[in-house]
């Protein structure tokens, strides 16, 4: 069973959420944080699977705390719940080292396929965001700093494991990474992979 915190203002939609994740058969909302120094109080005494968290919170914004709290906790997976869906704002957040980002009014099923992509390691946009990040992005391919670092030991012709090693990820996830590497940019193995991530100037 998946771990979750939420971390938004908005108790009554947190308790909301709550009852709905712990009535799936897919995670259980093990605690929740109203504001930024609560949540650090909390990820101190222990870190969920996956990290659910709002960009407007009173004491701090979530873009922010999410850069602040991949430093601290590296290997924590963090899924954007927000009503921001404009196409800057989903950029920062991601680049602040969040791995997926779903709005406030998405579908329940989304919401829920959210925290299993977010804590199996892959990237996930709901459907509405989606649709803004391709719009926006002109068929560039955009990738967060993790999958460049990444990209960039691929091209220097290092394996799953010593890529695990060097970034202290377990295999899987790296493998998830390199399958996700791959979709974004339309590649049919490593080798062209590499060749179009220097052709697009990604690494």
Same mark, same amino acid.
């Given at each position: 069973?998946?771990? =979750?915190?939420?971390?938004?203002? !908005?108790?009554?939609?947190?308790?909301?959420?709550?009852?709905?994740?712990?009535?799936?058969?897919?995670?259980?909302?093990?605690?929740?944080?109203?504001?930024?120094?609560?949540?650090?109080?909390?990820? $101190?005494?222990?870190? /969920?699977?996956?990290?659910?968290?709002?960009?407007?919170? /009173?004491?701090?914004?979530?873009?922010?705390?999410?850069?602040?709290? $991949?430093?601290?906790? /590296?290997?924590?997976?963090?899924?954007? #719940?927000?009503?921001?869906?404009?196409?800057?704002?989903?950029?920062?957040?991601?680049?602040?080292?969040?791995?997926?980002?779903?709005?406030?009014?998405?579908?329940?099923?989304?919401?829920?396929?959210?925290?299993?992509?977010?804590?199996?390691?892959?990237?996930?946009?709901? !459907?509405?965001?989606?649709?803004?990040?391709?719009?926006?992005?002109?068929?560039?391919?955009?990738?967060? /700093?993790?999958?460049?670092?990444? #990209?960039?030991?691929?091209?220097?012709?290092?394996?799953? !494991?010593?890529?695990?090693?060097?970034?202290?990820?377990? =295999?899987?996830?790296?493998?998830?990474?390199?399958?996700?590497?791959?979709?974004?940019?339309?590649?049919?193995?490593?080798?062209?992979?590499?060749?179009?991530?220097?052709?697009?100037?990604?690494?």
């Amino acid at each position: 069973m998946i771990e =979750v915190i939420i971390v938004d203002d !908005h108790l009554l939609l947190a308790e909301g959420l709550k009852k709905i994740i712990n009535e799936s058969a897919v995670a259980r909302v093990v605690n929740i944080a109203t504001n930024g120094k609560d949540c650090l109080k909390l990820l $101190k005494q222990n870190q /969920p699977n996956v990290l659910m968290l709002d960009i407007n919170l /009173p004491d701090t914004d979530g873009i922010t705390l999410c850069g602040e709290i $991949k430093k601290l906790y /590296p290997s924590l997976n963090i899924l954007a #719940l927000t009503s921001y869906g404009e196409y800057t704002m989903v950029r920062r957040m991601m680049e602040s080292g969040a791995l997926g980002y779903v709005l406030k009014n998405s579908m329940t099923e989304e919401m829920l396929e959210g925290i299993e992509a977010v804590a199996a390691g892959n990237n996930f946009f709901c !459907h509405e965001v989606d649709l803004v990040m391709k719009k926006e992005s002109n068929a560039s391919v955009w990738l967060t /700093p993790r999958e460049r670092q990444l #990209l960039s030991l691929i091209a220097e012709g290092n394996t799953n !494991h010593e890529i695990a090693d060097k970034l202290f990820l377990g =295999v899987e996830t790296v493998n998830s990474y390199r399958k996700n590497l791959l979709f974004k940019l339309n590649a049919r193995n490593t080798a062209m992979l590499v060749k179009l991530a220097y052709e697009q100037k990604l690494i």
